[in-house]
């Protein structure tokens, strides 16, 4: 069964930092693509980023390019959203999402696997 897990949300004054965790586990990921997705209530759920996992390339909304990076451990199975530089306007909850496959989905129906998502609030 393959299962990812979320951590790390939490409240952060803007302009801060924050890094979440995504722990996978069930299969090997190599074949596939790790994103990340926010969603605020009433909303669509939206493309943050992603990485492929056999080469660590990666791929970032506009809204996100240059404040967040995502990275990942083999060893550890597991995959970063290291936020900074938050800005209200990224209060969310976040979820990541594994995709099969090396070329970069940005749809959500695209990734077959979620986690329950964790929620970030940055305040003013």
């Known amino acids: 069964q393959v299962l990812l897990v979320e951590s790390g949300g939490g409240l952060v ?3 801060g930092s924050l ?5 996978a586990s069930g299969r ?3 074949g596939y693509v790790m994103g990340w997705f926010r969603q605020v209530p009433g909303k669509e759920r939206d493309f943050v980023g992603a ?3 056999s080469t660590g390339s990666t791929y970032y909304a506009d809204s996100v390019k240059g404040r967040f990076t995502i990275s990942r ?10 936020m900074n530089s938050l800005k209200p306007e990224d209060t969310a909850s976040y ?3 594994a995709a099969a496959g090396v070329i970069i989905p940005t749809a959500p129906a ?6 329950p998502g964790t929620q970030v609030t940055v305040s003013s």
């Not at 890094?19 to 722990?23: K, P, Q, Y």
């Not at 695209?110 to 986690?115: A, D, H, M, Q």
């Open 13 to 15: 004054q803007a302009g």
């Open 19 to 23: 890094r979440l965790s995504c722990a």
């Open 28 to 30: 090997t990921f190599s």
């Open 51 to 53: 990485i492929r996992w």
């Open 73 to 82: 451990d083999n060893a550890k199975n597991t995959v970063y959203l290291q």
């Open 95 to 97: 979820y990541c999402a």
């Open 110 to 115: 695209r990734y077959k696997t979620w986690g």
